[in-house]
């Protein structure tokens, strides 16, 4: 079973050369293979997940080079749960973005660009989950943000490119960050390696533990858009296509909340810092949804309502206790999910509507009372109705806050309750709006171009039919037959308002749907693999002797 370990990685950079190699002459191949091979990443995630679980974690030393000179990946309870939820949203969304045609947007280029981008995100993603040592931690990050610059300016537009700008330079700050304090670590203890670093770095002077602890935090908090390090989030995800802004929102984020938990727990016990963490969650949950409630446009309410659902992550790591990062590991999942079946829906709304402004959109519970659904139930799962899976993690958690019984647990406790009651406000807001109330006057009609390539239009002044929000500020929008490709469109395609939602978009969504409901089914399960998870990770002598192949 130890031969499993390194496929989640491996599979998507194979598929990587060979989808370059077809392009575009051959679509339907380059499609298949994309899907074919993130089945089996799914397939193969959910095989480590039940044997870690079964037989402990399992370890593969790349070369057969014994640590800490080789390459060494490790799938243990955590990261197989990881592995698995992010592979499951990452073939939803691959499918969701085949029924909307971003990948035929690729004729015009010479390399086919969203397939390959694609799977080496996901390659990243999975090297990051598996990494046993902070140099291939670091490589997976970097192998991950390499294909988010593409992914994120994908199509060119003013907007996009402007925002990939800003992502890009807090990207290559964190990293630069991220590779001093690899240095530092190397530095004072003479090793990268999990397994040693998890004694070496108590034989150090305290003052460069903390050191080196709180600069990895500081690169992880960046990554996963803890306040007051997420001012880079709302303007960047917004603009991107729905299906990358969607596993961007959903996902990417979590790979700094489970580096956040791995080195908390494996590195760093013992909580030093855990008062700061919860300072950081706290304002992380009322920044974030006061941010939400200010919003009128969809794509950046949920941007900020991301960056407070992160507070409740760290709101788990900074209290410490296994009851708590049970907690954190459930809504880790949930969220994974939930956020990103949220950003699909964002999508088709604005194929359905035109706009993702709440102020321009109305009526979409009668014209399409499918999508309704489909927002309706993660909306109630991210604010935490009963008996929906966002309920059991928040439970989870301020079941663990009262336990611990300290000031900061209160606080947190009282916070993470008020953050829930914004939360159903803004769902509410956004229902009221968008679903339930009439049709605005001006509604975009179908047969509405949301996208082109003309350079003329990237800056052109708002008017009366400007879509604000919609990821693609300053196109004007032009009416054409629904469904009708007109040239100068995005790479010679349009993407067009359509009363009728494609149904591989409407399909995938449902998926993602389906898959946060499933956590609700399978509750019981869910939080008690969590909790052996939790337990593990307290312990640390099974991930330690599992790694260095005693």
């Not at 150090?204 to 007051?228: D, E, N, R, S």
């Not at 997420?230 to 990358?244: C, I, K, Q, R």
């Not at 209290?319 to 950003?343: E, K, P």
């Amino acid at each position: 079973m130890n031969a499993l370990v390194p496929l989640p990685v491996l599979l998507p950079l194979c598929a990587t050369g060979l989808s370059l190699a077809v392009g575009t002459r051959l679509k339907q191949v380059q499609r298949f293979v994309s899907v074919a091979v993130l089945t089996a990443v799914l397939g193969l995630s959910l095989t480590l997940m039940v044997v870690a679980d079964t037989r402990g974690p399992l370890t593969v030393h790349l070369g057969d080079f014994a640590p800490p000179l080789g390459i060494t990946l490790v799938a243990d309870r955590l990261s197989g749960l990881m592995l698995s939820v992010s592979s499951a949203v990452t073939l939803c969304v691959l499918i969701y973005s085949l029924g909307q045609g971003m990948a035929d947007r690729d004729e015009e280029t010479p390399v086919a660009v969203f397939h390959p981008a694609y799977l080496i995100l996901v390659a990243g993603v999975s090297c990051t989950f598996l990494a046993g040592d902070l140099v291939n931690l670091y490589v997976g990050f970097e192998i991950m943000l390499v294909a988010s610059f593409v992914l994120l300016t994908l199509g060119g537009t003013g907007p996009r490119v402007r925002a990939g700008s800003t992502y890009v330079i807090i990207s290559l700050f964190s990293s630069m960050l991220f590779l001093t304090a690899i240095a530092m670590t190397y530095a004072a203890t003479g090793t990268a390696n999990f397994a040693q670093l998890a004694g070496r770095l108590a034989e150090i002077p305290l003052g460069v533990q903390t050191l080196i602890q709180a600069m990895l935090l500081t690169v992880f908090a960046i990554k996963a858009a803890v306040f007051p390090l997420a001012a880079w989030l709302p303007d960047s995800y917004p603009t991107a296509p729905a299906p990358v802004t969607a596993v961007f929102a959903g996902l990417l984020t979590k790979v700094g909340v489970y580096c956040m938990l791995r080195t908390e727990t494996l590195l760093f016990p013992g909580n030093r810092l855990g008062d700061l963490l919860m300072a950081a969650a706290l304002a992380s949950m009322v920044v974030g949804i006061l941010g939400a409630v200010a919003q009128t446009d969809l794509k950046r309410l949920l941007s900020f309502t991301l960056i407070s659902h992160i507070g409740f992550m760290v709101f788990g790591i900074g209290l410490a206790t296994r009851d708590a990062y049970g907690g954190a590991i459930v809504y880790v999942a949930h969220h994974i999910t939930v956020q990103t079946t949220l950003f699909l829906v964002a999508g088709l709304i604005e194929r359905r509507g035109g706009t993702t402004e709440l102020t321009r959109i109305g009526g979409l519970a009668k014209a399409a009372p499918l999508l309704a659904v489909l927002f309706f139930v993660p909306a109630m799962n991210l604010a935490g109705i009963p008996p929906l899976s966002g309920f059991i993690g928040k439970l989870g958690l301020m079941r663990a806050g009262v336990a611990d019984g300290g000031v900061w647990a209160w606080i947190l406790v009282i916070g993470s309750a008020v953050t829930s009651l914004l939360t159903l406000y803004v769902t509410a807001k956004v229902w009221n709006l968008a679903f339930w109330r009439a049709a605005p006057p001006g509604q975009t009609a179908a047969g509405t171009v949301l996208e082109t390539d003309s350079d003329e239009d990237d800056d052109v002044d708002e008017g009366p039919d400007h879509i604000r929000g919609s990821g693609d500020e300053g196109v004007r929008p032009r009416h054409q037959p629904a469904g009708l490709a007109v040239a100068a469109t995005l790479h010679g395609h349009a993407v067009t308002t359509t009363t009728q939602l494609p149904r591989l978009m409407t399909a995938a969504t449902a998926a993602t749907v389906l898959l946060g409901l499933a956590f609700t089914v399978l509750g019981g399960p869910l939080t008690s693999y969590t909790d052996r998870a939790a337990a593990e990770l307290i312990a640390r002598t099974p991930y330690v002797e599992a790694l260095l192949g005693r």
